[in-house]
């Protein structure tokens, strides 16, 4: 009892210190709220500029000049035809590339580097393999399409980026990157930037591949196949890379201006350790937009990359920013609009996610490319066999529409015809 008693003597009350609890690692993810609750913002109206049938679509979104504002599409296509392009996805290879379109021709990557034109009408005008001699077709994924300066620019899982003549699918020249171009370029001026590796910046002359110069940054191996493509104004080139990193750069001479960090992740989620740029660098006006598949959105100065604000959604393809908001898909699976001046959440709408539900072993879920703004609507093409038509104002899906064995791609838009390339290797066009 004697003891007893001088142990409880020599107890001291525990002080609890009045004040807000916070997450010491807070600090790291900069003005995002790691726990906070969806926010609501009560813009609810939307100004849309006028549709315009727009007859090409040669790169992906992030660069103004190859943005259009709102292309032209019926408010319910339907399956005008089909053409096959080569292999779909696979175990161990995916398609990667979006379709392009110009002059006529729609031009597509397959998974295993067979480029494809097919006319507007349906008909395969040519076809150009791009496997190397000393390898075979299987043996490397990914890859990525750009129209510019007359040429179709073709980057490869197999290290390369190739010039090809358009009309005729023949060789012009091709550059050894001794890394993987499974990203998009993009085409500006007498350069094309293409991030290869997830971790180098090339600038190529478009008339005979010569490099111009090159940035890089710290490797890392936690990325998902197909780098960023670069965006591009008449003054800057924003790359992204695997390790969550950007660098703002003079686009003709390559002298690096600044350099940011997509910080912070998802919490909980074991996906959110892969911290590689999916949502591609978008410009619209004085502001960069992108995305990470840890679960973050930030808005940068392109100027200075200073931070804007950041938003707790992760993007995993390139926003769609229009008429005061931005629209993404979310690594959560959600197609999301966003306030543009805060980032605050305006709605979200949830998509399909797990293919299989099953406690502990839910692991496969459903893709979803996009959203373009089309007709008046926000389209998102899925793998689970539908093209999906939401309502930019408040989010509701309006109508769904079959794409047989499902979508692999984001949908594209010219002429009036929605193109988009299926899992099995075909191209579809909906009018």
């Known amino acids: 009892m004697v003891a007893v008693s001088l142990l409880a003597a020599c107890t001291e009350k525990e002080v609890i210190l009045p004040g807000k609890r916070e997450d010491i690692r807070s600090i790291l993810t900069e003005n995002a709220a790691e726990d906070a609750a969806p926010r609501t913002a009560a813009i609810r109206r939307l100004t849309l500029p006028r549709t315009r049938n727009n007859s090409s679509w040669t790169h992906r979104i992030g660069t103004p000049k190859y943005r259009p504002a709102h292309p032209a599409l019926a408010a319910a296509p339907a399956l005008a035809w089909s053409a096959d392009i080569g292999v779909g996805d696979g175990k161990r290879n995916r398609i990667t590339a979006d379709p392009v379109v110009d002059q006529g021709r ?9 480029v494809t034109a097919t006319s507007t009408a349906g008909a395969t005008l040519w076809q150009t393999n791009l496997t190397p001699a000393q390898d075979q077709p299987g043996d490397a994924s990914g890859g990525g399409l750009a129209l510019g300066a007359g040429k179709l620019f073709v980057a490869s899982g197999f290290g390369t980026l190739t010039a ?12 050894k990157l001794g890394e993987t171009g499974s990203g998009a370029p993009t085409v500006y001026g ?6 290869g590796g997830d971790d180098t910046a090339w600038a190529l002359e478009v008339d005979t591949g010569r490099v111009r110069w090159q940035l890089s940054q710290a490797p890392d191996v936690n990325n998902v196949l197909g780098a960023s493509a670069p965006a591009v104004n008449d003054k800057f080139v924003i ?14 001479g390559g002298l690096r201006l600044w350099s940011s960090y997509v910080s912070g992740q998802r919490r909980f989620k074991s996906l959110a350790k892969i911290g590689d740029i999916t949502g591609d660098p978008v410009i619209d006006g004085n502001t960069v937009y992108v995305g990470s598949h840890s ?6 100065d392109i100027n200075t990359g200073k931070r804007i604000w950041t938003a707790t959604e992760g993007a995993i393809s390139p926003v769609w920013p229009v008429g005061g ?5 979310t690594d959560q699976n959600e197609l999301v609009r966003l306030n543009a001046s805060d980032g605050s959440r305006i709605w979200g709408t949830k998509l399909p996610n797990f293919v299989k539900f099953q406690p502990r072993k839910a692991a496969e879920v459903y ?4 959203p373009v703004l089309a007709g008046g609507q926000l389209v998102v093409a899925s793998n689970d066999g539908l093209l999906r038509f939401f309502d930019p104002v408040t989010g509701d899906l309006t109508r769904t529409v079959e794409v047989p064995g499902g979508a692999t791609t984001a949908p594209v838009v010219a002429g009036g015809t929605l193109y988009v390339v299926g899992t099995k290797g075909q191209l579809f066009a909906f009018r």
């Open 295 to 300: 679960g973050r959105l930030v808005a940068l």
């Open 106 to 114: 729609v031009f597509t990557l397959d998974a295993e580097a067979l």
């Open 190 to 195: 007498d350069l094309v930037y293409l991030t």
């Open 367 to 370: 893709a979803h490319y996009g």
């Open 164 to 175: 090809i003549d358009p009309a005729s699918g023949k060789v012009l020249w091709q550059q």
């Open 239 to 252: 790359f992204a890379y695997g390790d969550g990193a950007l660098h703002g750069a003079f686009r003709k």
């Open 325 to 329: 908001s931005v629209f993404a898909l």
